[in-house]
Every structure is written in structure tokens, then in C-alpha cells.
């Protein structure tokens, strides 16, 4: 089991920034890939950011690329995602996620799907004002 509990959210006006972080704890959370995810009212989960188990590789949706990055801290156990230039459009409901396959490696279209993951959060609001 992997347990995850997100922080940071809060309002802010665009074009500043947030930093989001998840502490994640059980006996393979260090091993799993991780991911954020965002859900916007009447809209579905959509993908944000991954970054795999070894912290080699990144991914990033086109509508954060350039403005988002995802990281992680093995030592402290923790996933952060740093916002910058923030757009009223990134308005939602923000989720950390974990697969629950340890040392695993995908495809790249793999990390951006929510089926990949297993264990999830309970959600930071993040709210950018006009």
C-alpha cells in the first residue's frame, strides 16, 4: 500500500506561482513512478506531469510544458510539481498519483494514462484569478 497526502494549494493571481507537494509513504513508494493529475468542474482527470521511479525521465502535458516541473526527493520520500505562469485555465482540483508496481518502466503514452496508477490522493484545490 501506498499512502499519498497532497499540500500547497491555494488561490493565486496569474501569472505567479505554486508549488505543490506530496508526501508519499509505504513500503515501495520510493520505487513507484508518480504523477499529477488535475480535474477541473465539469471536466475529466486529465494528466499533468509524471516522472519515473529512478528519476530519469520526465513527462509533461502540452498545456503545462515550459511553465510546470515535476520533481522528486527519495531522501524525504516526497513529489513536487512548481507552477509557474500560471493561467486561470489551470483552475482544479490537483491529485498526486503512484503506480503500484514497483521499478517499472512504460511506454511514454503509458505515464499520461490514469489507469497506470494505483494509488491516489485526496486533492489540493488550486485556484489562478484573472
Known amino acids: 500500500q501506498v499512502q499519498l497526502v497532497e499540500s500547497g494549494g491555494g488561490l493565486v493571481q496569474a501569472g505567479g506561482s505554486l508549488r505543490l507537494s506530496c508526501a508519499a509513504s509505504g513500503r515501495t513508494s520510493r520505487s513507484n513512478v508518480m504523477g499529477w493529475f488535475r480535474q477541473a468542474p465539469g471536466k475529466e482527470r486529465e494528466f499533468v506531469a509524471a516522472?519515473?521511479?529512478?528519476?530519469?525521465?520526465?513527462y509533461y502535458a502540452d498545456s503545462v510544458k515550459g511553465r510546470f516541473t515535476i520533481s522528486r526527493d527519495s531522501a524525504k520520500n516526497t513529489v513536487s510539481l512548481q507552477m509557474n505562469s500560471l493561467k486561470p485555465e489551470d483552475t482544479a482540483v490537483y491529485y498526486c498519483?503512484?503506480?503500484?508496481?514497483?521499478?517499472?518502466?512504460?511506454?511514454?503514452?503509458?505515464?499520461?494514462?490514469?489507469?497506470?496508477?494505483?494509488?491516489w490522493g485526496q486533492g489540493t484545490q488550486v485556484t489562478v484569478s484573472s
Open positions: 498519483a503512484a503506480d503500484g508496481r514497483p521499478y517499472s518502466t512504460y511506454s511514454s503514452s503509458t505515464y499520461y494514462s490514469p489507469g497506470t496508477y494505483d494509488y
Open positions: 516522472i519515473s521511479w529512478n528519476e530519469r525521465s520526465t
